[in-house]
């Protein structure tokens, strides 16, 4: 049961212009939610995080917007630089629970 | 300050041992976690440990375990390892501020052959 998804395994975007992953989960009982960017034979890196009463945080150049209605959730990084080349991944914690439940992660490739 | 530091980063075990990992936290965080990484199941919870006490414990076989020291120091052990067992075992630790997640080691790399 795959209760955090992130259904694009890879995505391609140009220098300077905005990546927006997505996220989608089924669990109503999630109470925060989180993305990490992750880079190979390393841990995951905190990025951004929301709590499920807002509806967007911002810090820097990532925006996390989260829609409850429709259980979705999106990070936007602009502008994109070649450093942000990496896996991120989607992650919620669960009420009352210190269990991070992570997506499949989405392969972002910036392109000079 | 330091980060969280596990040990050892490499390990190739045969069928059938066991094999135990160790965590260090970030000073003065007393919650540790422990999670698998492989390719086809992606990031899995394994457990969670605070001030010693196992509060949290995901879907995993009997044969992985784990403790927690008084100093938040964490091992986790594996025994009767199976072909399946060779992922990336990553420990995170945390103040419990929920808003910044977990801080994750670099990982232990472990390949059963």
């Known amino acids: 049961d795959q209760q955090v998804k992130q259904n694009s395994p890879s995505l391609s975007v140009q220098e300077g212009r905005i990546s927006i992953l997505n996220c989608d989960y089924t669990n109503s009982m999630f109470d925060y939610f989180l993305w990490y960017k992750k880079y190979p034979a390393e841990g995951p890196t905190f990025l951004i995080s929301?709590?499920?009463?807002?509806d967007k945080n911002e810090d820097g150049r990532f925006t996390v917007f989260l829609n409850k209605s429709a259980k979705h959730l999106s990070l936007h990084i602009v502008p994109s630089q070649p450093g942000d080349s990496a896996v991120y991944f989607c992650?919620?914690?669960?009420?009352?629970?210190?269990?991070?439940?992570f997506g499949q992660g989405t392969r972002l490739t910036i392109n000079p | 300050k330091a980060g969280v530091t596990q040990t050892p980063r490499y390990l190739i075990k045969t069928r059938g041992q066991q094999v135990t990992l160790s965590c260090s936290p970030i000073s003065g965080h007393r919650s540790v976690s422990w999670y698998q990484q492989t390719p086809g199941q992606g990031l899995q919870f394994l457990f969670e440990y605070f001030s010693e006490t196992q509060r949290n414990k995901g879907n995993f076989p009997g044969r992985f375990s784990g403790r927690q020291f008084s100093n938040s120091r964490s091992e986790m052990n594996v025994s009767t390892l199976e072909l399946g067992d060779s992922a990336l075992y990553l420990c995170?630790?945390?103040?419990?501020?929920?808003?910044?997640?977990?801080?994750f080691g670099s990982g232990t790399r472990l390949t059963v052959v």
């Open positions: 992650a919620a914690l669960i009420q009352g629970a210190q269990k991070l439940v």
């Open positions: 929301i709590s499920s009463i807002k």
């Open positions: 995170a630790s945390s103040l419990g501020d929920r808003k910044y997640g977990y801080t």
